[in-house]
């Protein structure tokens, strides 16, 4: 039996106006919100940003090793091959979230972990996979490395005095957390929130 099927009819647009009158009705009707308060980060989201956010530090704060492996000041692997590696004394061992202690010269390096800050003296880390512990204080390398190689550089993420929130943005978590924290406890805000609907870089209006 066959299913009668209900037809839906778009109603017609009788009038219209021009795009230069309906400017001058929304100009008429709606005003920019000059009012503002400070709120806790953790409670602004959400929330139209009333003053830019600037990072006052880079971040990352320092150059870090971007693999395991070896912090090496990168002329001292040149030529460094399977046949001939070169070999290294070893300094000390630095984990994540650790500071290292020493200098890299040349023959020496330091054994680091992703994420831990590069030691100075170092420009470079060899991949732990293409070393081989020669003893306890020494290592060889076999392949070579360059300058900045495996090295994440400070300020990758965020630079400082970079604008992270400008005014009139709508505040979200993933914003939020791209603000060095430590930094901006509050944040100047407009009041209330904007509609579900509103648009995150557009500017916050009020009729």
């Keep these: 039996m066959l299913r009668m099927m209900s037809k839906t009819e778009m109603r017609p647009i009788k009038d219209t106006i021009p795009l230069a009158e309906a400017c001058v009705i929304i100009d008429e009707t709606f005003r920019p919100l000059d009012r503002w ?27 870090r090793a971007a693999m395991d492996g070896f912090a090496v000041r990168a002329e001292d692997t040149f030529g460094a091959s399977q046949l001939e590696p070169r070999t290294l004394r070893v300094l000390e061992k630095v984990y994540t979230g650790q500071v290292p202690t020493t200098r890299v010269s040349g023959g020496t390096c330091v054994e680091i972990a992703t994420g831990a800050p590069m030691p100075d003296g170092a420009d470079a880390v060899v991949m732990v996979e293409e070393t081989e512990r020669a003893t306890a204080t020494e290592v060889r390398v076999f392949t070579p490395v360059y300058p900045r190689q495996n090295v994440g550089r400070q300020g990758a993420d965020i630079v400082r005095d970079q604008v992270v929130l400008r005014v009139g943005m709508s505040s979200t978590r993933a914003e939020s957390a791209r603000s060095p924290r430590w930094a901006h406890s509050t944040w100047r805000c407009s009041p ?16």
């Design 37 to 63: 308060e400070r709120v806790p980060l953790l409670e602004a989201n959400r929330r139209v940003v009333a003053e830019e956010v600037r990072s006052p530090r880079d971040v990352p704060p320092f150059a």
């Design 192 to 207: 209330g929130r904007p509609s579900r609907f509103s648009q995150p870089a557009m500017k916050s209006w009020t009729g």
